[in-house]
């Protein structure tokens, strides 16, 4: 075997990995070993800021499928034409724990799809959930830090948590997602993933609909047990990556059905709910599920940190034929992301393989830390200049959107009914699954004050009654 010798990061040959460069054979270390300084140096710069949210997290690679044809609402080349096949990366991920949490908590499951289409990136960056806590994304720094560490304890604190939640009743149809049986899946593989926001299509003749985006898991739906994931997560803190890594291995490739609910902006305008609410669902009775293709996955990453740890993605972007909409929650993301990211993996982070478009990319971005593909040579970096590049794509403005009303802070409580939406999930479930709601409820609110668990049930309650009295049973309340 033709041995492949060590080198420095210049290429260089190391001459000793073994014994450092002395003064001596007892004396001390020479400043001049300047392999020791190089290794030391790399050792030290090697962890990199975690996510803020959804710092653990298992990734893979695969593609989307067209199946149906769904072009009269949108023009996105992904979708041109059925049989079309499109690359995809997708990162699942829990969302309160830190990089090294075990992976079977009750907790939401990030579901961030990235789709390297010949239009540029498409990424969904969803939940395994159809809502949120939250339709104001001023409060999401404070649910970020209400569900994580107690500044003074280092611990994290159900007393925080439940105080928080308790206090917006928009919180509660989410809160009832993450404490029913679906809030502890079993793995990735085995839930369902949701776009979650009201984004838009505009299709060919530049008209634009609203659409909600649900990828249905075809492994069916499974779930652990609060004891069943105690017990996993006492032998084993990966679960979830060791289901996914494991399945991929073996051939047996996960996959989602990729449906969309689409609101015509007339439908929009009339609807009793506003759209564009991330603590509301469009029920399926008004707004079917259309059917669109499959998500496949069938390849694991070579390195977890290249490829996993450096994705980013971001619900910026999108590609002609998909676009934005009023949720506000939305349009908080769309500066949040592509900012941690600058933070996290630096200003030129689009280049990083797993992050990089698989089409041409012509752009006046020049220089920053870290770039590592040329800088565009001698190319030119301004514009207006007298050669043409790059012009701008007027064909691919959206249409028009008309705004109503004049600016100021109009209060978000006073637009819908927060309770009929978590009433009505109560009530679609069995008496056990409505017991097991009622028990994760009183095993998460453990040690939290009676005032924080009576202001939870009295909030269950306006949701249903039988809710309501079920949790304060649970809690011991009623006695
Ligand atoms: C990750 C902000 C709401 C899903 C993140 C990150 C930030 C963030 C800063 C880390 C990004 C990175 O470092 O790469 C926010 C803000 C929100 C919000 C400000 C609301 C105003 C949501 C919602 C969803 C969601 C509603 C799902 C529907 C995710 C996912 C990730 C993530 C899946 C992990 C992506 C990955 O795997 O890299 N969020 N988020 N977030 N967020 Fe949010």
Not at 76 to 93: D, H, N, P, Q
Not at 368 to 381: C, E, I, P, T, W
Not at 385 to 403: A, C, F, I, K, V
Not at 427 to 451: C, H, I, W, Y
Request: charged fraction near 25%; glycine fraction near 8%.
């Amino acid at each position: 075997m033709r041995m492949s010798k060590l080198t420095h990061a210049s290429g260089a040959p190391v001459v000793d990995n073994q014994n450092t460069l002395t003064a001596g054979p007892r004396g001390p270390t020479l400043l001049e070993d300047v392999w020791l300084l190089e290794k030391l140096a790399h050792f030290d710069r090697e962890v990199i800021p975690e996510r803020r949210m959804h710092a653990k997290g298992s990734g893979a690679y695969g593609h989307f499928t067209v199946t149906h044809d769904i072009t009269r609402y949108t023009k996105a080349a992904l979708f041109s034409e059925i049989g079309k096949r499109t690359e995809a990366f997708v990162r699942f991920s829990t969302v309160a724990g830190e990089r090294g949490a075990a992976d079977a908590e009750r907790d939401i499951r990030g579901f961030a799809v990235k789709l390297y289409t010949e239009q540029g990136i498409w990424d969904l960056v969803g939940n395994n959930t159809p809502v949120f806590f939250l339709r104001d994304p001023l409060r999401f720094p404070d649910l970020n830090h209400a569900v994580k560490r107690d500044p003074r304890t280092g611990m994290r604190s159900a007393q925080s948590n439940w105080d928080f939640w308790t206090l917006m009743p928009e919180a509660l149809h989410q809160v009832t997602i993450v404490m029913s049986d679906r809030g502890l899946p079993r793995s990735y593989r085995h839930m369902h993933g949701f776009g979650s926001h009201t984004f838009s299509f505009v299709n060919a003749q530049n008209e634009r609909c609203w659409v909600k985006f649900t990828l249905k898991t075809q492994q069916g739906i499974q779930n652990l047990t609060d004891a069943e994931a105690q017990e996993l997560v006492g032998r084993d803190r990966e679960s979830s990556q060791r289901d996914l890594f494991e399945a991929i291995e073996r051939g047996d490739f996960p996959r989602w059905t990729l449906f969309v609910q689409i609101m015509s902006e007339e439908q929009a305008r009339t609807w009793r709910q506003n759209p564009f609410d991330l603590t509301k669902v469009w029920p399926h009775a008004d707004f079917p599920l259309l059917e669109v293709g499959v998500l496949e996955l069938n390849r694991n990453p070579e390195n977890v940190f290249a490829e996993v740890e450096q994705a980013a993605f971001t619900p910026a972007n999108v590609v002609p034929g998909i676009g934005f909409s009023p949720d506000r929650m939305l349009q908080a993301r769309l500066f949040s992301y592509g900012d941690a990211q600058r933070y996290r993996l630096g200003v030129n982070h689009h280049q990083i393989p797993v992050n990089a478009p698989k089409c041409p990319v012509h752009s006046y971005h020049r220089d920053g830390q870290g770039r590592v593909d040329g800088n565009q040579g001698g190319r030119l970096a301004y514009v207006p200049n007298s050669h043409g590049e790059w012009t701008d794509s007027p064909e691919r403005m959206e249409p028009p959107l008309p705004l109503e009303g004049a600016a100021t802070h109009y209060d978000h409580r006073l637009d819908g009914d927060d309770h009929a939406q978590p009433g009505a999930l109560f009530r679609l479930f069995s008496p056990e699954e409505k017991q097991r709601l009622f028990d994760n409820t009183a095993r998460a609110m453990r040690g939290v004050s009676r005032e924080v668990c009576e202001r939870h049930v009295a909030n269950c309650t306006k949701a249903d009654p039988e809710y309501g009295a079920g949790v304060a049973r649970a809690l011991g309340l009623d006695r």
